[in-house]
């Protein structure tokens, strides 16, 4: 309902000249949403499409590793990425590490999703809270705790240990084994949440009536629970993928060097080897990773919406 | 009798072991929270385990690492003047966009959400390549600008949330009754938002608090934040007094969680 609406019964009512003053309440309208945006909208280009813009152009230009940058058109910088094979082999790293993270996290998100989409308990509220609530927390402690239990003399590595079950400690720091766990449980909270809002369609009372009519658990779970959760399941996915090949703070501190991913390539170029043009390609690349991932995926949800 | 029987379900071993295996799962997402305290309390000197005993000492050493204290401060400052913009300009766009009626509404829309879209790695870099010939680049301004992006979603979106349930007729009744734009917002509006405005402004608080990419390119070495701090230190070094701050920074999370719990619930805010 807007204003307009609302207001034009009371004027006809007023007995007032009804199309002046819809004219009026226009105009007026017009000024007060725009004074309303126009602030917001002037800070969100500052701090959000400058950036963007700069960077992009900012890719075209030409860099040497020594911080100097040529202003130019050229697609030099370009060319190099997708030229040189350990750029195709970071590209590749990177995109291998979403989709495994991806997948992980839905497999161990699916049943607290389901457990907490289907729950009746008193304690629901309670229980989706705590699975969503590490979304707030940092993700450099998240990332710390990770390191300790990990760690070559963290909980894991003790205790398996102690238990006497190995000589020499587990490697699951420093490598992609770390920086895959640790991320599955990081975006954890956000499968979660993301699968709970796509199981609209999924209610109990379906199941039970397939139950009634026969079906067997594993036939109820295949034939109705997991069909109607699908599109949950995949915003779940794409989401974690998404966030997944972009993230550097868990690569940085579980990768320690040795997981080289876009995010901390980027990282790279741009303090350390001071080549900007080309940290800002890089850059434009993953956008266009993003963009295309994200394309597909409307296409795919309107095909299994219809 | 035997019809009550038939219909009274059969022991499932299912239903236990799911309800283990979702027990587990709950644990592996808090594992890296609930470790955290453990080892805060450990008195190993490095990190390691069993722990050999109970110590305050991490705590006691925080008020003397002036890295952490200097940290903690740039970000608090950061933090609150963040959360002071976005709330004044996210609020009003919010109104804006459920109160009125124009044409570029979805588009309007789409650009304030779209920052969440974009990886905070590629915002950094072009805010430190933007910054580097303004000189902001190690300055509270460039930090602050950094987060507004960031942040102001979060306050569109709750702010949204509570005027998506609410009806304008009382807006409408106060306006007919002659109060004037203002009043009307200041009498009716405001309270009717304010458990999306608050959500929305403790979340802003405390993801420009905990952000840490954006901070490490634009402000590393000259004005680094806490997070950049807590992440030079995890680098380098190797024993507890990190899990304490860690501690410190999950309590004050989890105080963000309840006021927004409280005011308009956690999935809500979030989603």
């Known amino acids: 309902m807007t204003v307009t609406q609302t207001e034009a019964p009371a004027a006809r009512r007023a007995g007032a000249a009804e199309g002046e003053l819809e004219k009026s309440t226009g105009r007026r309208n017009r000024r007060t949403y725009l004074a309303l945006l126009i602030p917001g909208v002037l800070g969100l280009v500052v701090s959000f499409v400058f950036p963007l813009a700069y960077m992009v152009r900012m890719s075209f230009n030409k860099g040497a590793p020594d911080g100097v940058i040529e202003e130019t058109f050229t697609l030099d910088t370009y060319i190099q990425p997708l030229t040189d094979p350990y750029y195709w082999r970071v590209t590749l790293d990177t995109f291998q590490m979403g989709v495994t993270v991806g997948l992980l996290c839905v497999l161990v998100s699916y049943p607290v999703a389901l457990f907490l989409a289907r729950s009746t308990s008193k304690y629901r509220g309670l229980l989706i809270a705590v699975a969503i609530a590490p979304l707030l927390t940092s993700a450099v402690v998240r990332t710390y705790g990770w390191m300790v239990i990990l760690g070559t003399n963290g909980l894991v590595n003790s205790t398996l240990d102690g238990m006497g079950l190995i000589d020499t400690p587990l490697k699951l720091t420093n490598n992609m084994t770390g920086v895959t766990i640790g991320l599955v449980e990081i975006f954890m909270p956000y499968a979660i949440l993301a699968m709970i809002s796509g199981f609209g369609r999924l209610s109990p009372q379906l199941e039970e009536a397939a139950g009634s009519l026969g079906a067997s658990k594993l036939q109820i779970f295949t034939r109705v629970t997991l069909p109607l959760s699908l599109p949950g399941i995949l915003t779940a996915f794409l989401l974690v993928f998404v966030l997944s090949i972009s993230t550097f703070i868990t690569p940085r501190l579980l990768g320690g060097g040795s997981v080289q991913v876009l995010a901390t390539e980027i990282y790279d170029q741009t303090t350390g080897l001071l080549n900007w043009p080309f940290a800002a390609a890089l850059s434009v690349i993953l956008l266009v990773l993003f963009g295309l991932i994200i394309a597909v995926y409307q296409r795919l949800t309107k095909k299994i919406g219809g | ?271």
Not at chain 2, 74 to 81: E, F, N, R, T
Not at chain 2, 183 to 202: D, E, N, Y
Not at chain 2, 224 to 232: A, D, G, N, S
Request: with cysteine.
């Open chain 2, 1 to 271: 009798m035997s019809e009550a029987r038939l219909f009274k379900p059969r022991f499932n071993p299912a239903k236990p072991a799911f309800g283990i295996l979702v027990f587990l799962l709950y644990l592996f997402l808090l594992a890296p929270l609930l470790i955290v305290f453990v080892v805060s309390f450990a008195s190993n000197q490095y990190l390691s385990f069993p722990p050999e005993g109970l110590t305050f000492k991490w705590y006691e050493m925080l008020p003397e690492e002036s890295t952490f204290m200097n940290g903690m401060r740039v970000s608090l400052i950061v933090a609150v003047i963040v959360t002071v913009i976005v709330l004044a300009l996210g609020v009003p766009v919010a109104l804006a966009l459920d109160r009125f009626e124009f044409k570029a509404k979805a588009a309007v829309q789409s650009f304030f959400l779209s920052p969440l879209l974009i990886p905070s790695i590629v915002l950094a870099l072009g805010m430190v390549l933007l910054f580097g010939p303004l000189n902001l680049n190690n300055t509270y301004t460039g930090i602050i600008i950094g987060h507004v992006a960031i942040t102001i979603p979060f306050v569109i979106r709750t702010t949204l949330m509570s005027l998506a349930t609410t009806d304008t007729s009382c807006e409408a009744a106060a306006r007919i009754l002659g109060a004037g734009s203002w009043t009307v917002f200041r009498r009716i509006t405001l309270p009717i938002i304010q458990p999306g405005v608050i959500a929305g402004g403790v979340i802003a608080f405390i993801v420009s608090f905990d952000e840490a990419v954006i901070s490490l390119f634009v402000a590393e070495s000259g004005l680094p934040t806490l997070p950049v701090q807590v992440l030079r230190y995890v680098e380098n070094s190797a024993d507890a007094a990190v899990a304490a701050l860690s501690v410190i920074l999950i309590l004050i999370s989890l105080a963000v969680v309840v006021v927004v719990e409280r005011a308009m619930g956690l999935r809500k805010a979030l989603r």
